[in-house]
């Protein structure tokens, strides 16, 4: 038997909440996610509730940043090639530096 599913108060999670997403939608959920260091489970209550999503600094954090911005990287040579930019680039670009802002000021 696997152990209880209990949220940050203590509170068994009993519930099950299921959704369906396109291919877009999910790769941008799993970026949001690996950036937060969160479980998705827990990033998604979060922003469910309108609770702020504190990114706390760990290496598997940095690890994601470094990743999604070699992807921004790729994305910006493939744009100074005359390809157009789209919205799910400007949303990554903006996610990661909100949260690089929110690091920096852990540092202060």
Do not use: C, W
Not at 16 to 26: A, K, L, N, Q, Y
Not at 65 to 85: C, F, Q, T, W, Y
Not at 103 to 108: F, I, S, Y
């Amino acid at each position: 038997m696997s152990a209880k599913n209990l949220d940050s108060k203590g509170r068994f999670r009993a519930q099950t909440i299921g959704f369906r997403v396109s291919p877009e939608e999910d790769k941008q959920i799993n970026i949001a996610v690996s950036l937060s260091g969160l479980t998705k489970q827990d990033y998604i209550v979060k922003r469910l509730l309108y609770r702020d999503v504190v990114v706390q600094g760990n290496p598997r954090v940095y690890k994601a940043l470094k990743n999604r911005l070699a992807e921004v990287l790729d994305e910006l040579h493939r744009i100074e090639n005359g390809s157009p930019v789209d919205d799910e680039l400007l949303d990554t670009i903006r996610l990661i530096t909100n949260t690089l802002d929110g690091m920096k000021g852990e540092d202060t």
